[in-house]
């Protein structure tokens, strides 16, 4: 078989991509998702928020999927349900395997990787205890509870405050279960604000933070929990244990994304990100395979996912037409003091279209009235007060015509300026 | 009324019964769990060992050296992961060097083949990886790395193809003497036998007691945590490496596993109590600070799972394989404690011998077929096979564990085979669907929908492992309320 462009997964990156690349030019288009359905993880994000940015309304996850799944297929952009890429190459020789067509092989023009990211699961943080059943990943019941309809447990403690076990603590409250608390090892949130008020506060749902589980008890299914407060360098305060009853554990601890295809391409992953390096054009180390979503860094808004696919799908579209400069470009960007990475890692400024580059980032920690600082070759470029930046939203600084055009060859570092920082 | 009966479907129950196979012997094995392979079996370093730290004379040393020469025609007829990768011992002092010497004139004395004491350059050369402290290091070429539980299903499979019974969820609460054999009571089932294999494991000591009514010996649980690490470890070392040896024990080891991951462990904490299968924050911290000696530059936060193993150990410290003097017939395999998973071929020859003397007349089972059917993984089937394979069943097609690129058709076959898989655990251990970097995060719905589907049974019923570890607890409001429009009654139609 062959393609101008493959997209590998259909979710909210996958279908962005699909989308704009058409808009611009490219018919041959086949997208291939793993799942059953279109429209990736916000099949089972059915409760709302979406799409405050985007579309400038609040929508559920399914419907915020459903207006990309419409497009998409008024386009009649080809699709593939239930297909697993199992290869591809740095010649975008793409292998996948379905029931129905069996072991398939395309040889694409261009190729956008988007396949999301995984969680973070119990034995990477290592809790110890018995192996009982009962301690799921906060996404894994959320498809539990909201896709197969099934009740995971009764009693919960929910372990990380990342947005889907904030999410999640709402909706088992919603389905009758008690929720005990939601146990966070740093002194502050790993989900967005507008979750622990509307997800816990508003459900009287407790926030510990500073609190680990130092053990899950339990034969056969969880019984109880022990969770103990640390101190502000992670270590457990002695006599601050406290023992929870529970059936059942709820990780919220983190994603991480998926690159197990991009390795097999030989593409260079940023051990910061975990994420393909990528250019402005959200081009990979391999010319014309492209990356976007969660496969390249952890969104904390699937509409800042939407935007970045579109630039890869336009992208994507370029280099098919051959009017695209590939590479690692003349700038390169670095994170610098209070930054812990920026996306995309090269700029290549004679690639930029739309007159500006949003830089996306994360900070390290939490900062009240701090700025952000854009330097090029020791020169500051930019400045942007911000009064308040945490690690769990992602922060972004656009560069406009006129600050590219300040800038000469060499490295863009982004950094934060305090006048103290303020852990909360 | 059964010729034999083993008690427990751990390795040595498991490689017993398939002993038994080859023989025209009725044959029933008993296992308490819900899966064979269930207890020490499942949680082990599954190091297949050379024979070298046996104590010259014992079982240990003689079933040892002869299971680990069984190992390599086994795991081939069982179509079961083995590597002979090679074992060292480091001395990192003088004094351990003296050890290592005494290790060599030992394993030569048991009759372990090929051993050799290499020197820092050679060592060095051969696994850069290892430690610069360690001086030298005994080599043993003939140490191995198996799959453990994949190795006692296997048997217990090929064991049922030629004819074994097995009876899950049937833990024996009665054993007396009758004439001819003995009457045990399991599961609520009355189970007669001529012979009896006690090979229960951790419970050995128990089931001897419901017999002989005395202590004749106590199982003392020692308890084992292990690290397991991400792929990408894989082949931080090819060898199995052991540090200088203690009194505890071998010592914290680090070693290739044959599925590509790693493994570093055990710690040794006992004795327990039988089901305290708990890690701890101590353990862990240990594993961590005892395998940086051996292997400094390891990456320890690659760790994706963690797990607690107890070894079934005696105070002789010897494996007890005897027939009872006061009830003849009544045969122990008991505390099998390392290197017993090695030694598990050789034993179950052994019981065999034992247990045909109460049927001189007994011949060989002719029909006895030493292979198990291949495990055909889709993802390894060269392409041709893979078409092949998907024209016969196009639920090969669909990949379900992604992380391990297990497809439908692979779990499908595993819950049909005898001793096939009924639970999220067994068939992890079978084909490993949910034992890679999300462990079963995306796979575990799916796999439970199969499961459910494929053994007939309601999604809430398929369990995690043991029979309460239960993972749904029911459905939610939305599936409860029942949107179908209310019945019309007779009356509202107007008659």
């Not at chain 1, 994420?275 to 054009?281: A, F, I, K, M, R």
């Not at chain 1, 490295?411 to 852990?423: F, L, P, Q, S």
């Not at chain 2, 862990?284 to 000696?293: P, T, V």
Request: charged share 25%; glycine share 10%.
């Amino acid at each position: 078989m062959k393609a101008d462009l493959v997209i590998i997964g259909g979710g909210p990156a996958g279908l962005a991509a699909a989308i704009e690349a058409y808009e611009n030019g490219v018919e041959s288009i086949l997208v291939l998702e793993r799942d059953r359905e279109l429209g990736g993880i916000l099949q089972q994000c059915i409760h709302n928020g979406f799409g405050l940015h985007r579309f400038k309304e609040e929508l559920t996850g399914p419907e915020y999927a459903e207006r990309f799944i419409e497009n998409m297929k008024e386009k009649n952009i080809e699709y593939k349900l239930d297909t697993m890429v199992l290869d591809v190459t740095e010649e975008k020789l793409v292998t996948a395997v379905n029931t129905a067509d069996g072991l398939i092989q395309i040889a694409a023009k261009a190729v956008v990787l988007a396949m999301g990211c995984l969680e973070r699961t119990r034995g990477a943080i290592n809790i110890p205890g018995t192996r009982a059943s009962g301690v799921f990943t906060a996404g894994t019941a959320q498809r539990y509870v909201n896709m197969e309809g099934y009740m995971v447990g009764k009693d919960v403690v929910i372990v990380g405050s990342g947005d889907i076990g904030l999410v999640m603590a709402r909706r088992m409250k919603l389905e009758g279960a008690n929720v005990h608390a939601v146990v966070e090892l740093m002194p502050y949130s790993g989900g967005l604000a507008r979750n622990i008020v509307q997800c816990l506060n508003d459900y009287d749902i407790p926030l510990l933070l500073s609190h680990t589980v130092t053990e899950v008890r339990g034969k056969e299914r969880v019984e109880e929990i022990v969770i103990q407060k640390v101190d502000e360098a992670m270590n457990l305060i002695p006599g601050t244990e406290q023992t929870i009853q529970c059936d059942t554990l709820l990780l919220s601890v983190g994603l991480i994304p998926e690159n197990e295809l991009s390795k097999k391409a030989n593409i260079v992953l940023n051990p910061l990100t975990n994420g393909p390096d990528v250019n402005e054009s959200m081009e990979t180390s391999v010319p014309g395979i492209f990356a976007c979503g969660n496969v390249v860094h952890v969104h904390d808004l699937v509409d800042w996912v939407t935007e970045e696919s579109c630039r890869a799908g336009r992208s994507a579209a370029r280099y098919v037409k051959e009017t695209l400069k590939s590479g690692t470009g003349s700038l390169n960007t670095v994170p610098s003091s209070g930054v812990r990475y920026v996306v995309p890692q090269y700029i290549e400024p004679e690639n930029i279209d739309t007159n500006k580059l949003t830089l996306m980032f994360r900070t390290d920690s939490v900062y009240e009235n701090a700025r952000i600082v854009l330097m090029n070759n020791g020169e500051k470029i930019k400045t942007v007060k911000k009064r308040h930046m945490a690690p769990a939203e992602m922060e972004s600084i656009v560069l406009k015509e006129k600050d590219l055009a300040k800038m000469s060859r060499g490295e863009v570092t982004v950094k934060i300026e305090v006048e103290e920082a303020v852990r909360s | 009324m059964y010729d034999v009966v083993i008690i427990g479907g751990g390795i040595t129950g498991t490689t017993i019964a398939r002993s038994c196979a080859t023989k025209n012997l009725k044959t029933v094995l008993l296992e308490k769990s819900n899966d064979v392979a269930n207890g020490t079996t499942k949680a082990n370093s599954a190091i297949v060992h050379a024979g070298f730290d046996c104590i010259p004379g014992t079982n240990k040393a003689r079933t040892n050296v002869k299971g680990n020469r069984m190992y390599p025609s086994l795991c081939r007829e069982l179509d079961v992961p083995f590597q002979q990768n090679g074992s060292l011992v480091l001395a990192f002092t003088e004094e351990d060097r003296l050890h290592l010497e005494h290790l060599f004139a030992q394993g030569e004395q048991n009759g372990v083949p090929s051993l050799q004491i290499l020197e820092q350059k050679e060592l060095r050369r051969m696994e850069p990886n290892v430690t610069k402290n360690a001086v030298a290091a005994l080599y043993a070429p003939s140490a191995g790395i198996v799959g453990s539980y994949e190795l006692a299903i296997a048997c217990m499979e090929n064991a049922m193809d030629n004819g074994v019974e097995l009876r899950l969820n049937h833990q024996v609460t009665a054993v007396e003497a009758k004439k001819g054999g003995y009457k045990l009571v399991a599961g609520n089932e009355v189970i007669e036998a001529k012979t009896v294999v006690n090979c229960a494991g951790l419970y050995a000591d128990e089931i001897d007691r419901l017999l002989h009514g005395e202590s004749r010996y106590d199982i003392l649980p020692f308890a084992g945590e292990y690290n397991l690490f991400d792929q990408s470890t894989g082949n931080f070392t090819a060898a199995t490496v052991f540090q200088p040896p203690s009194e505890k024990g071998k010592g914290v080891v680090a070693l290739p596993t044959v599925e590509g991951n790693y493994l570093v462990g055990p710690t040794s904490e006992g004795p327990k109590a039988k089901d305290d299968l708990r890690t701890t924050r101590k353990g862990l911290q240990e594993l961590r600070e005892k395998g940086m000696r051996a292997i400094p530059d390891f990456p320890f936060q690659k760790v994706i799972t963690s797990f607690t193993g107890l070894r079934a150990k005696t105070s002789g410290g010897d494996f007890i394989i005897e027939d009872s003097e006061r009830h003849p017939g009544f045969i122990s395999a008991a505390a099998i404690d390392s290197p017993g998973l090695t030694a598990a071929p050789a034993i179950a020859e052994e019981i065999l011998e034992k247990l045909i003397a109460y049927f001189p007349n007994t011949g060989d089972n002719l029909s006895f077929n030493p292979y198990r059917r291949p495990v055909k993984r889709f993802i390894e089937a060269p392409p041709l096979n893979k078409q092949e394979m998907l024209a016969e069943d196009e639920r090969f097609g669909r990949i379900i564990c992604r992380c391990e690129a297990i497809t439908e058709g692979d779990i499908v076959d595993m819950i049909h085979r005898h001793a096939g898989a009924e639970t999220l655990d067994g068939v992890k251990r079978r084909i490993r669907a949910g034992a890679g970097r999300c462990q079963g995060g995306f796979c575990s719905p799916r796999v439970m929908e199969i499961l459910a589907r494929e053994l007939g049974r309601e999604i809430t019923e398929i369990v995690k492992d043991g029979p309460d570890s239960y993972v749904l607890i029911g459905s939610t409001k939305a599936e409860q309320t029942d949107f179908s429009p209310e019945p019309v009654t007779a009356d509202e139609k107007g008659g």
